[in-house]
């Protein structure tokens, strides 16, 4: 009982990470109608599009890689099971009959034989063998379980940003649908003038170019626009000929697509335990410290207790008399002495796969940094990118309306308004993909800080998929 409260190998410790004690990029940075990441509720209903909640829950029970992730989390789950049937010990069942020829005193005779056996064996768990191989097999599920929820994170921000970026697009579209009915309205402008006789032909040239070149952009958006749908159609395990995701009215279209939320990150030691994907690493790292102790198991003695029972006749009649009844009971203990460095080099490789989980943790920690750092900055740069596109924006549009009605009095060549318009046309653009970058940047920034999952969620089993 004693060597039985004994385990060999190192008990598991997390491995020491510096954090720092703030985010270097945790800079406020303007919103519009903020709202707050909730950790108990889908984190994409902040942007208030029904839509886009509809294609999450879609994408949530449909998507293939989703689907591989919770098969693999459950395969590891039977894994773990397979490791604790170590606990318990082998019971085996037999029945047998047969006839055979024998020779007894040179007298040769034809006999039947009838046996029915009952075996058991234990091996008890006397160095922590057993238990390093379970303690393994459940870190493994718990880093199965992590890496099917960052699975459903990927999944459903990517979905977020292509979403997102197809509305935008809608934007941009709607944009030069507004642009080119001006630009048609210059252009019948100048030709109504050149047959008066009062405009030159280069003036006609120039405002028919302006307007094929923008509705020339205007078609190339739909390439853009197509690949996000086909996109958005795989994400929810749907091939593109069979998905199709209307245009927003542009009556109903909000000029800012949808609302920036506010998305507090936390303390930056905070990270270790909302990322699933660091959750994993870490998880695989006290799997990898498990296996050094199956690995160093080995270097001791196993014991080996068997018991037996069983009936043996040469009829059924006599089966359960006492000459045919047997049963034995026993126990071995076995020592390898020589095995030519086999334990030493598997230790020494189960040692080696620790150190190398421990370099793919703080890795993953220092990415996970990385990646939270990044979106703060292109948030908190795009906000003020924002501010200053917007007052070209204003600029532009002012510049394009004197600029005509300069046209208008003569006091200027129709090539001054085609600069200003074509101008006007450049800043509206700009500022729309602005602000699409900064919604996919806060989609971004969502992911970094683990969409409002935690570690916590390990310790619960998820829900079992129906087949």
Known sequence: MLLGGCAAGPDYVRPPLDTPSAYKENIAWKTATPQQIDPHHSWWEIYGDSTLNTLMTEANRANQNISQAEAQYRQSRAVADLARAGFWPTASVGVGVGRARIVSSGIPALGNNYSASLNASWEPDLWGGVRRVVESGEAGTQASAADLAAARLSIQTTLAQDYLQLRTTDQLKDLYARTDATFARSLALIQHQYDAGVALRSDVAQAETQLRTAQAQAIDLDAQRNQLEHAIAILLGKAPAEFTLTAVPSASMSPLVAPLPLIPPGLPSDLLERRP???AAERRAAL????????????????????????????????????????????????????????????????????IAVAQYKQTVLSGFQDVEDNLSTLHVLDQEGSVQDQAVVASELSARLALLQYRAGTTTFLSVATAQTLALSNARTAVQIRGRQLVASVGLIKAIGGGWDASALKKEPLKKSR
């Open 277 to 279: 994907d660091i959750a």
């Open 288 to 355: 990898a410290n498990a296996n050094i102790g199956v690995a160093r198991a080995a270097y001791f003695p196993a014991l080996m207790l068997g018991a037996g029972g069983a009936f043996n006749s040469a009829s059924l009649a006599q089966w359960f008399n006492t000459p045919g009844r047997v049963w034995s009971l026993g126990a071995s203990l076995a020592q390898t002495i020589f095995d030519g460095g086999l334990r030493r080099a598997r230790s020494a490789q189960a040692i080696a796969a620790y150190d």
